[in-house]
C-alpha cells in the first residue's frame, strides 16, 4: 500500500492560502450590520471593509470587502470565520498573535500591516 502522505509537498499550507485567497470565505456585505469600518494599508495601498452583525451579545454574521494582498485578504477570510459565534465583549480581546497563529505561515516584518489590517478594522469598528 503506497503512503500517499509523502508524496504531500512541504508548502502544501500555501497553496492552502493561494486557494482561500482564490475564493475567500465571507467576502461580501451585509445588509443593516451593527458595525462596519473601513482601514487601509497607506504603505501597499490594502483596503479593507469588515461588517459585523451582532444579536443577543453575539457576532451572529462577519462579511469583508476590499482589495488587497494575498496576506490581507486571507486573514480577513480567517478574521471574519473566527469572529462569528463569539460574544460581543470578547473579540475586543483577540490579538496580533491570535491573527498570526490563524495564518498558520511565516509573516514577514515588511507584510505584518497586510496580514493585521482586518484586526484593526475590526476593534476600529466596535469602538465607533
Known sequence: ??????????????????????????LGTLKKPTYEHTEQNSICGDEITIQLLIKGGKVQDAKFSGSGCVISIVSSSMLMDKLKGMPLKEINKLTKKDLLDLLKIKVTPARIKCA????????NAIKE
Open 116 to 123: 493585521l489590517l482586518s484586526l484593526k478594522a475590526m476593534k
Open 1 to 26: 500500500m503506497k503512503d500517499n502522505h509523502a508524496e504531500i509537498p512541504k508548502d502544501m499550507y500555501k497553496d492552502h492560502v493561494l486557494e482561500l485567497y482564490k475564493s475567500p470565505r465571507n
